[in-house]
Antibody, heavy 119, light 110 residues
Framework: EVQLVESGGGLVQPGGSLRLSCAAS????????MNWVRQAPGKGLEWVSY????????YYADSVKGRFTISRDNAKNSLYLQMNSLRAEDTAVYYC????????????WGQGTLVTVSS | QSALTQPASVSGSPGQSITISCTGTSSDVGGYNYVSWYQQHPGKAPKLMIY???NRPSGVPDRFSGSKSGNTASLTISGLQAEDEADYYCSSYTSSSTPVFGGGTKLTVL
């Protein structure tokens, strides 16, 4: 069974940093592209970042470019999101999501981890 | 990349059909056959319902169908059931090689 389990969320002050992790199991993690998607409270989905299966290709949304860094460790079946210079507008539930193999289609999602940026 | 445009809400009675639209541009919806639809119940993670405009993943009922014309994609749910009440999001591949989501549509089953 495919499972994605996020961790690392919490309360952080503006300007602070946080590192999210996503532990994958039930599939060959190294063969799949992965994404981070976030959802602010009561709002819609916003794509945040993408990483290819090898980690060689990475994309970011303009809203996080220069502040967030996506990475993966295929040996540990894990995906990461390093978030720096956090702002109030970064407050959201962050989901890791597996690419289905088709462009812009994520077939498995984690349960999400809440990041709250507030003083 | 601007979000795709969806109606804020739609409603229908059990057994009826509803359609949710998703409007973009030639740089996303109109330029690629890579439109997806997600269902999200309150407090839950999104679930992929349609990919590549009209394909259903295994396990998704055939009451759910997708189509596209020009810069607008559509999700149709026929034979509405109570459990279909949820938020629905479209997503499209873009010319920036990244995905973009729609603003979401709240479906109410009356």
């Amino acid at each position: 069974e495919v499972q994605l389990v996020e961790s690392g969320g919490g309360l952080v002050q503006p300007g602070g940093s946080l590192r999210l992790s996503c532990a994958a199991s039930g599939f060959t993690f190294s063969s799949y592209e992965m994404n981070w998607v976030r959802q602010a409270p009561g709002k819609g989905l916003e794509w945040v970042s993408y990483i290819s299966s090898s980690g060689s290709t990475i994309y970011y949304a303009d809203s996080v470019k220069g502040r967030f860094t996506i990475s993966r460790d295929n040996a540990k079946n894990s995906l990461y999101l390093q978030m720096n210079s956090l702002r109030a507008e970064d407050t959201a539930v962050y989901y890791c999501a597996r690419d289905s193999g088709s462009l812009a289609a994520a077939d498995y999602w984690g349960q999400g981890t809440l990041v709250t940026v507030s003083s | 990349q601007s979000a795709l445009t969806q109606p804020a809400s739609v409603s229908g009675s059990p057994g009826q059909s509803i359609t949710i639209s998703c409007t973009g541009t030639s740089s996303d919806v109109g330029g690629y056959n890579y439109v997806s639809w997600y269902q999200q119940h309150p407090g839950k993670a999104p679930k992929l319902m349609i990919y590549e405009v009209s394909n259903r993943p295994s396990g998704v009922p055939d009451r759910f169908s997708g189509s596209k014309s020009g810069n607008t994609a559509s999700l149709t749910i026929s034979g509405l059931q109570a459990e279909d009440e949820a938020d629905y999001y479209c997503s499209s591949y873009t010319s920036s090689s990244t995905p973009v989501f729609g603003g979401g549509t709240k479906l109410t089953v009356l």
